[in-house]
Each structure stands twice: as C-alpha cells, then as structure tokens.
C-alpha cells in the first residue's frame, strides 16, 4: 500500500465519526497545474499516464460510512467558465498550482480570487497544493502565499502546502490539513 493511500484512509478512519458523511471536495487550478497527477497519486494510481482533463474526473473513497468525493474538474481556459456549475454544496476546495510556472502565477491568482468570491464557496476551507516543488524552478510556498495575498482572506480557514503530486511529497500533510479541518467543522 503507497504512503497516500495509507494517508487517505487514515482520514477516513479519523472522519468514521461523522457517520453516513458524504464530503464534496473540489480539486481546481489552470491547466497543467498537477490536479489530476495528484489526484491519482491520492487513489494510488500510476502517475506517468496522464492526458490533459476534459471535462472532469471523480474519485470517491468509501469507508465506514464515510464518502469522499473529489472532483478534479479540467483547468483549460474554455472549461474554466464551468467551474461554477460544480460548486454546489462543496466542502472544501483544493487549488492547485504550478509552483514552478512563473508567467501564470497572475492568470492563477486571479482564477483564485474569482473562485473566493463565489457565493457557493462563502466561508468553505481552501488547501492550496503549492505543486511541482520537484522542480528547481519552484517557487517557495510562502512566496506564492504572499503573491496570491492569502493573508487577506478572513472569512474562512485556508493553507498553503508545498508539495510535488509526482513523488507524493507533501501531500500528506495537505491530507492530514483536509481532515482535521473536516472534522472540526462538522462537529
């Protein structure tokens, strides 16, 4: 069994308390920027066959009476305007970024800032997947944090996880973050 798939369900066995829970959880970001690579390295699937998303995947774990749903909705500029239609009831929104693509870190940063304001997202928890630290060009968290002026949201719980979707690092921890944030909502 790989580390996130040990990882998503120690949090489902943490969630068990929330029985008959179903949770939508979201997974958006430009394209290319590593949704559904770290979408399949959650469900322990192989990584090295990935075709650009159109339209969108789902994947739901199920466990003890605990659903999660994540949605991994494409990120190509024409799909983006349909984002909105799958916001519905979300629990939490994952975004994900190309750390490492620096010309699009404003096209990202304004996709984001659009998404926050949505009626549909009001208050929901926000995990930013800081992706592709891998790579030598990936920019650090923190930095990406302060030019997306995460600071400056106040209405609802949000975290910045540097990871890379390829070798699973990190993501874990944004996991771990997913659900303790989770569960102290539904309580």
């Not at 970001?29 to 690579?37: C, E, H, S, V």
Request: with cysteine; aromatic share 6%; hydrophobic share 40%.
């Amino acid at each position: 069994m790989g580390e996130t798939q040990k990882g998503l369900l120690s949090i489902i066995n943490k969630l068990k308390g929330l029985t008959e829970q179903e949770l939508r959880i979201v997974l958006l970001g430009l394209d290319n920027a590593g949704k559904t690579t770290l979408l399949k390295s959650l469900a322990s699937e192989d990584v090295n066959t990935i075709m650009p998303t159109q339209g969108f995947n789902i994947k739901s774990v199920a466990s003890h009476g605990m659903k999660l749903n994540v949605w991994d909705i494409g990120g190509q500029r024409q799909i983006r305007p349909f984002w909105k239609k799958y916001l519905e009831n979300t629990d939490l929104l994952i975004y994900v970024i190309d750390s490492a693509d620096k010309k699009r870190f404003e096209e990202t940063g304004l996709e984001l800032a659009e998404l926050i304001d949505m009626e549909n997202l009001k208050g929901v928890p926000v995990l930013i997947f800081a992706n592709k630290q891998d790579l030598a060009a990936a920019s650090p968290a923190s930095e990406i944090a302060e030019g997306l002026n995460l600071h400056t949201y106040r209405d609802r719980i949000w975290q910045i996880q540097a990871c890379s979707a390829v070798s699973g690092e990190g993501v874990q921890d944004g996991m771990n973050w997913i659900c303790s944030t989770l569960v102290n909502q539904k309580k």
